[in-house]
């Protein structure tokens, strides 16, 4: 069965310009994550989807990080106006439900270099 | 809040070796659950384990096992007789019952040499 797919896999873009990745979810979670991946370190938590309930967009980084996700399932985070330190590994993971009872399933993640 | 630590960056090790990973963990919840992801050279995140605060039993899956301890706060992780596949950097993380988010802990790279 599909995973968890996100595009681009690379994202090359120069500084001050926006971007915006995708991640399409298994089919039936109601639960996504976005998280990032700085260069040896460990994940760092970004926001949280659940259902149709207001996100957890507690560990979004600046006002310049933004998200939504649409129909329940496809989610878009945009970066706007990016920075060299906005340079990582962008993972998004689903689960069937909330993450304390349930494993993430985690994309491949998209890695993102910022000029 | 919720904090977990793995003090060993990376730990290199001869095939056929055991190699222990160290997780320690804060929280202030009572009901919480604990963690292992395997990162490949690949780059996906690979769900290894999950244990619940309530339930101590140490488990073996193969040449894999874990150690909850609630004494001491901690979850290792020990491979035995480790394979060259076995290289990858490994994540314990934690997720408090209330709580929206799983907090990982720095990881760790375990490469295993031939």
């Known amino acids: 069965g599909a995973g968890v797919s996100q595009s681009p896999s690379n994202k090359v873009t120069e500084k001050g310009k926006d971007v915006e990745l995708r991640c399409d979810p298994i089919?039936?979670?109601?639960?996504l994550y976005w998280y990032r991946q700085s260069l040896g370190q460990g994940l760092e938590f970004l926001i949280y989807?659940?259902?149709?309930?207001?996100?957890?967009k507690s560990g979004l980084p600046s006002d310049r990080f933004s998200a939504e996700r649409t129909g329940g399932s496809v989610s878009t985070l945009t970066i706007q106006r990016t920075q060299q330190e906005d340079s990582a590994v962008y993972l998004c993971?689903?689960?069937?439900?909330?993450?304390?009872?349930?494993?993430?399933?985690f994309g491949n993640g998209t890695r993102l270099t910022v000029t | 809040a919720q904090k977990v630590t793995q003090a060993q960056t990376e730990i290199s090790v001869v095939e056929k070796e055991d190699v222990t990973l160290d997780c320690v963990y804060e929280?202030?919840?009572?009901?919480?659950?604990l963690f292992w992801y395997k990162q490949p050279p690949s780059g996906e995140l690979v769900f290894l384990i999950r244990r619940n605060s309530f339930d101590e039993q140490n488990e073996i899956s193969g040449r894999y096992s874990w150690n909850f301890q609630k004494s001491t706060s901690s979850f290792n992780f020990t491979i035995t007789a480790s394979q060259v596949v076995d290289s990858a950097v490994y994540f314990c993380a934690l997720s408090e019952a209330a709580g929206n988010k799983l907090t990982f802990g720095g990881g760790t790279r375990v490469l295993v040499k031939p």
């Open positions: 089919s039936g979670h109601t639960a």
């Open positions: 929280t202030r919840d009572t009901t919480y659950y």
């Open positions: 993971a689903s689960s069937p439900d909330r993450a304390p009872y349930s494993p993430l399933h």
């Open positions: 989807f659940q259902g149709n309930s207001a996100p957890d």
